[in-house]
Structures are given as structure tokens and as C-alpha cells.
């Protein structure tokens, strides 16, 4: 109902998340500053939905630079994400207007293990000092390695990830950062395409629901007549 | 202690030595480990992949009858299509079944995995409780629940009643981060430790065979 909504053109409200506003900001700062664009689509395999999340994010980062004509640097971990980035990053180029800008280099792999990768990257911002490093996917130990590297080279940081582990860590090193579903809401937000403002939206109603449900569970709880209702969440 | 654990002492020590001197700066040191340390994973996993993926779960299974799974080789395969300009459109075809696939796994075991027994959970702290501590902890929970699902709600401001119950939900979210903080923390120092141990006990453990 809500994508039929957003493809007729009807006007559907998405609040601002500020780590979305400011990744703008932070390319505009590269340009100015002539320094490159970090940004890691997190270190799991494409098998993972917060990577998924990352690779669409990076098409609208990539577009950015593109338009600024901003170097960026894309070190991935897996050649299926490797793959995917390229393709995505490709796209983007092509579609700021600047595909002699492209170059397959942008998105290259690293280590496939996770602190070989890390200490790469690291090496990478001590020696390189991108002006802004956007990390947007699934991070586990390394992310504070990575943040606080980023920190230290005075890069502005902006992160996303749906680990609830990892995201005290960004939340100490990184200027912003996207938490849990903000990451999955951010593709939509910045694509405004019809399907996944739709999907949104129903995700929201949906939360909405939930709530309305589990209020209702307690009351029936409180009422001592809930078992046939509680029934109804148990797995089979 | 044979010459040869000394020497695997050693490198273990000099590799460790030389990551940790980045804390200092960038420097030849690290640099060489660095590579090393990325040359040497890339190497191992392509051998590790080719045995336990090639080979054991698509080249002897097929071989042993299980024909239908030339199925994903092929799609495997086509990967392999990037480095024919003219057919590498055809990469996208493993590439949006990878994808494709996730997604739908995800909604259902998000569902399943996670929406459900929290919801359950929420409300079965209720059927458990007894006196007041308990029933003040099941609201807590269900408050905390609550308030944290409104501030992931993106089709309103945060404003009035919503802003309230958003930012109550922040405190809910921001303390469980503190939690995790602190217990992470708890883990690095003690891998720290375990590195720390390595080098005072065995690494200078072996100047006495030495020198």
C-alpha cells in the first residue's frame, strides 16, 4: 500500500537522521581539503544484510564524489563484495555524469582475514590521512582499531552498523553514527525510490503493531487470561 | 627447547612487536608486517577455500552423483565473467541471487529469530512476576521495549509525546551500550594480557637458551 503511495507520487514523510545529513557535509570537506573519501561496506561476506545495506549506501557516497570529483578509496574484504561494490560504484559514475572518472582501483580487495584487513586499513589512514572515513555495514572487533585509527588521523568519521556490540565504540570515535535500523532506513532515505520508502513506511506500521500487541499481551496478562494470545508468539 | 621453537618464538615475537609499534606511529616496521600479515591470509584462505569449498562441497559431492549442484559452480563461474568486458554483465547473475537470497533469509529469521521471542519475552515477564520488585522489572522491560522501538519510528518528528517516549528510548539504548562497552573492554584488556604473557614469559623466557 505505501510503495502504490509512493509511486503515484503522494508525499511520504521520513524524519532526518543526521549521520545521513552529514555525509555531504563530510565529501564537501574532502574536496575542500583535497584529501580522499574512506569508506568500508563493513567486513562480512555479501551474504549479510548489513553489507547489502553498506553496498547501497556506497552508491550514493560514490555518486557524491563523483559530482565533486573527490577521490575514494573502497577496501573490502570478500571478492563477491569486491564485486559488488565495483558494480555499484560503476553505476554511480555513470550516473553523476563523470564515467572517465571511474576506475576499478576505487573498489579494490584488502585481506580476507579481519585484522590483516585491519591493519591495512590503518596503515592506510595513518599514511594517506583521508579527510573523511565512512564505515556503513557489519564491523566486529576491529571497529574501535578502525575508529579510533580514523580518530587520530583527523579524519571526520561517520558510522553505521546493525551490531549492537560494536556500536558503543563508534559512538565513543566517530563525529556520527547510524544505529541498528537506521542503517537498513538509510538506503531508503537517500534513494527515495518508491519500493523502499514503501518497504519503510511498512516497517514503521508494522513497529506500530507490534507495540499495539504487546500492549495488549500485558494487559491480558495483568487480567489473567492471556495463554491461548501468548500461545500465538511461540515458535512451532 | 629446540632451535627451531626459538626461532617460531621470534618471529611470533618481532610480528608482534612490529604491530604494536604503530601505538607509536607508522613506521618500516609495521609496514612489512602489515603486508606480510595481508599476503600471507589472502594465500592461506585461497588454499583453504579451494580444499574445503571446491573441492569438498562442489567437486566430490558432484562427482559422487550429486549433479544438480553444477548448478551454483556455474553460477560461480560466472563470476569469473569480470574479466571479459563484453560478458561481464553476466557477474550480475550470481551477484543479485547472493543478494536476492539474503534478503529474504533475513525478514524470516529476524522474524522468527528476533521479533517474536522479544515479544514474547515482554510480555512473559508479566506471567512470572510476583510482588512488586518483579512487576516493577517486567514494566521497566516493557517500557524500555517500547520506548526503543519509538525512536527507530522514521514517519514522524520526534516532537511532543513521540520526542518524550524517543528520548527515553536513547537512555534505554545508550545504557545497554555501556554495558557492552564495559564487557568488551573486559575482553580486549584480557587478549592484551594474553599477548603481554607471551612476550615477558616465553618470548624473554627464551633469552636464557640464547644468551
Known amino acids: 500500500m505505501f510503495t502504490k503511495w509512493a509511486k503515484e507520487g503522494k508525499p511520504l514523510f521520513l524524519r532526518k537522521i543526521p549521520g545521513l545529513e552529514a555525509i555531504e557535509e563530510a565529501v564537501g570537506r574532502a574536496t575542500e581539503m583535497g584529501r580522499p573519501v574512506l569508506f568500508i561496506p563493513g567486513?562480512?561476506?555479501?551474504d549479510e544484510i548489513d553489507t547489502i545495506a553498506g553496498i547501497s549506501i556506497l552508491g550514493r557516497v560514490a555518486q557524491i564524489t563523483a559530482q565533486y570529483e573527490t577521490p575514494l578509496y573502497v577496501p573490502v574484504r570478500y571478492p563477491l563484495v569486491l564485486a559488488a561494490g565495483q558494480e555499484v560504484v560503476e553505476q554511480a559514475y555513470i550516473k553523476a555524469g563523470k564515467p572517465e572518472l571511474y576506475d576499478e582501483d576505487i573498489v579494490r580487495y584488502v585481506a580476507g582475514e579481519q585484522f590483516s584487513f585491519t591493519a591495512t586499513?590503518?596503515?592506510?589512514?595513518?599514511?594517506?590521512?583521508?579527510?573523511?572515513?565512512?564505515?556503513?555495514?557489519?564491523?566486529f572487533a576491529e571497529s574501535l582499531l578502525l575508529a579510533?585509527?580514523?580518530?587520530?588521523?583527523?579524519?571526520?568519521?561517520?558510522?553505521?552498523?546493525?551490531?549492537?556490540?560494536?556500536?558503543?565504540?563508534?559512538?565513543?570515535?566517530?563525529?556520527?553514527?547510524?544505529?541498528?535500523?537506521e542503517l537498513y532506513a538509510a538506503s531508503a532515505y537517500l534513494s527515495h525510490e518508491p519500493?523502499?520508502?514503501?518497504?519503510?513506511?511498512g516497517q514503521d506500521f508494522m513497529?506500530?503493531?507490534?507495540?499495539?500487541?504487546i500492549i495488549i499481551g500485558i494487559v491480558l496478562v495483568l487480567f489473567d487470561s492471556a495463554e491461548?494470545?501468548?500461545s500465538w508468539f511461540e515458535e512451532n | 627447547m629446540s632451535g627451531i621453537e626459538i626461532l617460531q618464538i621470534w618471529i611470533i615475537a618481532f610480528f608482534t612487536l612490529a604491530l604494536f609499534s604503530f601505538l607509536y606511529k607508522d613506521n618500516p616496521f609495521y609496514r612489512l608486517a602489515e603486508n606480510i600479515f595481508a599476503g600471507l591470509t589472502t594465500g592461506y584462505q585461497v588454499?583453504?577455500?579451494?580444499?574445503?569449498?571446491?573441492?569438498?562441497?562442489?567437486?566430490?559431492p558432484m562427482m559422487g552423483g550429486q549433479w544438480w549442484l553444477f548448478l551454483p559452480g556455474l553460477l560461480g563461474l560466472m563470476m569469473f565473467s569480470r574479466f571479459f568486458p563484453k560478458i561481464s554483465w553476466m557477474s550480475r547473475v550470481p551477484l543479485a541471487v547472493v543478494m536476492g537470497i539474503t534478503a529474504g533469509i533475513f525478514l524470516t529469521t529476524q522474524l522468527h529469530g528476533f521479533v517474536l521471542p522479544q515479544m514474547q519475552a515482554t510480555m512473559n515477564t508479566f506471567v512470572t512476576a510476583k510482588g512488586f520488585a518483579d512487576y516493577f522489572l517486567a514494566s521497566l522491560i516493557a517500557v524500555g521495549v517500547i520506548s526503543?522501538?519509538?525512536?527507530?519510528?522514521?514517519?514522524?518528528?520526534?516532537?511532543?509525546?513521540?520526542?518524550?517516549?524517543?528520548?527515553?528510548?536513547?537512555?534505554?539504548?545508550?545504557?545497554?551500550?555501556?554495558?557492552?562497552?564495559?564487557?568488551?573492554?573486559?575482553?580486549?584488556?584480557?587478549?592484551?594480557?594474553?599477548?603481554?604473557?607471551?612476550?615477558?614469559?616465553?618470548?624473554?623466557?627464551?633469552?636464557?637458551?640464547?644468551?
Open chain 1, 121 to 139: 586499513v590503518n596503515g592506510y589512514m595513518m599514511r594517506v590521512r583521508p579527510a573523511t572515513n565512512i564505515y556503513m555495514g557489519a564491523f
Open chain 2, 148 to 211: 526503543t522501538m519509538i525512536y527507530f519510528y522514521f514517519s514522524h518528528e520526534h516532537v511532543g509525546v513521540l520526542g518524550v517516549t524517543a528520548k527515553l528510548g536513547i537512555w534505554f539504548i545508550m545504557i545497554s551500550f555501556g554495558a557492552h562497552f564495559g564487557y568488551t573492554v573486559m575482553g580486549r584488556v584480557s587478549l592484551l594480557i594474553g599477548r603481554t604473557q607471551f612476550l615477558i614469559e616465553d618470548w624473554i623466557g627464551t633469552f636464557s637458551y640464547i644468551f
Open chain 2, 47 to 60: 588454499s583453504l577455500i579451494w580444499d574445503t569449498v571446491i573441492i569438498q562441497k562442489l567437486w566430490d
Open chain 1, 207 to 213: 513497529k506500530i503493531l507490534i507495540i499495539i500487541l
Open chain 1, 148 to 181: 579510533e585509527t580514523g580518530n587520530a588521523a583527523g579524519s571526520i568519521q561517520i558510522a553505521g552498523t546493525a551490531r549492537p556490540e560494536q556500536l558503543p565504540f563508534f559512538i565513543a570515535a566517530c563525529d556520527y553514527t547510524l544505529m541498528g535500523e
Open chain 1, 228 to 230: 491461548t494470545y501468548l
Open chain 1, 195 to 201: 519500493i523502499m520508502m514503501g518497504g519503510l513506511k
Open chain 1, 43 to 46: 567486513i562480512a561476506e555479501l
